[in-house]
Protein backbone atom coordinates (compact mmCIF):
# COMPACT_ATOMS: atom_id res chain seq x y z
CA UNK A 1 0.00 0.00 0.00
CA UNK A 2 1.83 3.13 -1.38
CA UNK A 3 1.91 6.39 0.70
CA UNK A 4 1.60 9.08 -1.62
CA UNK A 5 0.87 11.95 0.34
CA UNK A 6 0.89 12.58 4.31
CA UNK A 7 -0.99 16.36 5.27
CA UNK A 8 -3.23 17.41 8.47
CA UNK A 9 -2.93 13.75 9.95
CA UNK A 10 -4.70 12.26 6.37
CA UNK A 11 -2.90 9.40 4.83
CA UNK A 12 -2.83 9.15 1.20
CA UNK A 13 -2.73 5.87 -0.47
CA UNK A 14 -3.29 3.80 -2.81
CA UNK A 15 -4.39 -0.04 -2.55
CA UNK A 16 -1.47 -2.55 -4.58
CA UNK A 17 -4.34 -4.41 -5.76
CA UNK A 18 -6.66 -2.12 -7.17
CA UNK A 19 -5.45 -1.74 -10.72
CA UNK A 20 -8.04 -2.45 -12.83
CA UNK A 21 -10.26 0.16 -11.08
CA UNK A 22 -10.70 4.27 -12.01
CA UNK A 23 -7.90 6.20 -10.38
CA UNK A 24 -8.58 6.54 -7.06
CA UNK A 25 -7.11 7.34 -3.50
CA UNK A 26 -7.82 5.83 0.05
CA UNK A 27 -7.64 8.50 2.48
CA UNK A 28 -7.32 7.80 6.87
CA UNK A 29 -7.12 9.55 9.89
CA UNK A 30 -7.56 7.86 13.13
CA UNK A 31 -10.17 5.56 12.78
CA UNK A 32 -12.01 7.26 9.43
CA UNK A 33 -11.52 6.09 5.94
CA UNK A 34 -12.48 7.45 2.74
CA UNK A 35 -12.40 6.26 -1.11
CA UNK A 36 -12.18 9.25 -3.26
CA UNK A 37 -11.96 8.66 -7.45
CA UNK A 38 -9.67 10.96 -8.79
CA UNK A 39 -10.77 11.98 -12.20
CA UNK A 40 -13.81 13.51 -11.82
CA UNK A 41 -12.72 14.04 -7.43
CA UNK A 42 -15.66 12.42 -6.16
CA UNK A 43 -16.41 10.14 -3.03
CA UNK A 44 -16.96 6.86 -3.71
CA UNK A 45 -17.38 5.52 0.02
CA UNK A 46 -17.10 7.26 3.57
CA UNK A 47 -16.46 5.28 6.87
CA UNK A 48 -16.24 7.68 9.54
CA UNK A 49 -15.58 10.60 8.73
CA UNK A 50 -17.80 13.58 9.22
CA UNK A 51 -19.26 15.72 6.96
CA UNK A 52 -16.84 18.81 7.45
CA UNK A 53 -14.36 16.04 7.58
CA UNK A 54 -15.05 14.52 4.29
CA UNK A 55 -15.33 18.33 2.91
CA UNK A 56 -12.09 18.79 3.96
CA UNK A 57 -10.38 15.52 2.45
CA UNK A 58 -11.95 15.99 -0.88
CA UNK A 59 -10.75 19.96 -1.02
CA UNK A 60 -7.51 18.21 -0.20
CA UNK A 61 -7.87 15.74 -2.63
CA UNK A 62 -8.69 18.58 -5.44
CA UNK A 63 -5.78 20.79 -3.86
CA UNK A 64 -2.88 18.01 -4.82
CA UNK A 65 -5.08 16.32 -7.64
CA UNK A 66 -2.41 16.18 -9.99
CA UNK A 67 0.02 15.08 -8.29
CA UNK A 68 -2.38 12.08 -6.97
CA UNK A 69 -3.55 11.23 -10.69
CA UNK A 70 0.41 11.09 -11.68
CA UNK A 71 1.43 8.88 -8.78
CA UNK A 72 -1.12 6.49 -9.74
CA UNK A 73 -0.23 6.09 -13.26
CA UNK A 74 3.08 5.96 -12.08
CA UNK A 75 2.32 3.12 -9.91
CA UNK A 76 -0.25 1.29 -12.16
CA UNK A 77 0.87 2.48 -15.52
CA UNK A 78 -1.18 3.72 -18.45
CA UNK A 79 -3.88 1.83 -18.54
CA UNK A 80 -4.44 2.73 -21.67
CA UNK A 81 -4.87 6.52 -20.84
Known amino acids: MPTVLRENGFRFYFYSHEPNEPPHVHVDRAEA?????????????????SAAELHEVVGRVRQHQRRLVEAWYGYFGNGGR
Open 33 to 49: SAKIWLEPVAVARNLGF
